[in-house]
C-alpha cells in the first residue's frame, strides 16, 4: 500500500455479521476495537461505522415522504382544477340564464338542463385531463430527445390521471347544474 498509493493505513474494511439481529452486537464490538487500537480513551472516533440496515431504513424513510409530498402537491392540483372548473360553469350559467330560461319555457324539464351543465362539465374536465396527460408525455419526449433522461412512461398513471379528471368534473359541477336547473323560466327570461 505504502509503495502503490503511499497510503499507511487502510481506508475501508467490510464486515458482515452472522444475521440480522446481531448486526447491532457486530457494530458494537467493531467500535470498542476501533477505538481501542486507535487509542482513542477521551476523543472522538477518528473512522466511520455505517450500517447498511440504517441507510436502507433512511432510504425508505426519504421514499415515503417523496411520495407524500408527491400525493400532497397532486391533491393541491386537484383542488386548484376543480375550483377552476366550478368558477368557468358558474360563470356559464350566469352568461347563458336567458337561454337556461327559454330552454325551460318551451318544456326541458330541470333534470335536463342539470344534466346538460354535468356534461359540459364533465367535457371541460375530461379535455383538460387529455390535455394535461399530452403535455406530461411531451415534456418526458422532449426531456428524452434532449437526452435529460431515458423516457420511462407509466401508461397506468397516465390513464389513471385522465379517468380522475372526469369524476373530478363531475363533482364540482354539480353545484353550477343545479343552480342552472332551479331557475325560474321567468326570472331567466328577464335577466340580461
Not at 409530498?69 to 377552476?84: E, K, M, Q, T
Amino acid at each position: 500500500m505504502r509503495r502503490l498509493m503511499n497510503v499507511v493505513h487502510v481506508e475501508t474494511v467490510y464486515v458482515q455479521a452472522r444475521s440480522g439481529p446481531l448486526l447491532a452486537q457486530a457494530e458494537r464490538e467493531i467500535r470498542d476495537l476501533l477505538r481501542r487500537r486507535h487509542r482513542l480513551e477521551n476523543k472522538p472516533d477518528d473512522f466511520t461505522i455505517q450500517n447498511q440496515a440504517v441507510l436502507i431504513a433512511g432510504e425508505r424513510e426519504t421514499s415515503r415522504l417523496m411520495t407524500l409530498l408527491v400525493g400532497s402537491v397532486s391533491g393541491i392540483s386537484l383542488l386548484v382544477g376543480g375550483v377552476g372548473i366550478l368558477a368557468v360553469m358558474l360563470i356559464a350559467v350566469r352568461e347563458r340564464t336567458p337561454e337556461i330560461g327559454l330552454r325551460r319555457a318551451v318544456g326541458a324539464r330541470r333534470r335536463d338542463i342539470r344534466n346538460q351543465f354535468l356534461m359540459e362539465s364533465a367535457i371541460l374536465a375530461g379535455a383538460g385531463g387529455l390535455l394535461g396527460v399530452a403535455i406530461g408525455l411531451g415534456s418526458a419526449w422532449a426531456a428524452a430527445r434532449l437526452r435529460l433522461w431515458d423516457m420511462a412512461i407509466a401508461w397506468d398513471a397516465a390513464l389513471a390521471g385522465f379517468a380522475f379528471s372526469v369524476p373530478l368534473g363531475i363533482v364540482f359541477g354539480i353545484y353550477p347544474a343545479l343552480h342552472a336547473a332551479r331557475l325560474q323560466p321567468i326570472q331567466a327570461l328577464r335577466t340580461e
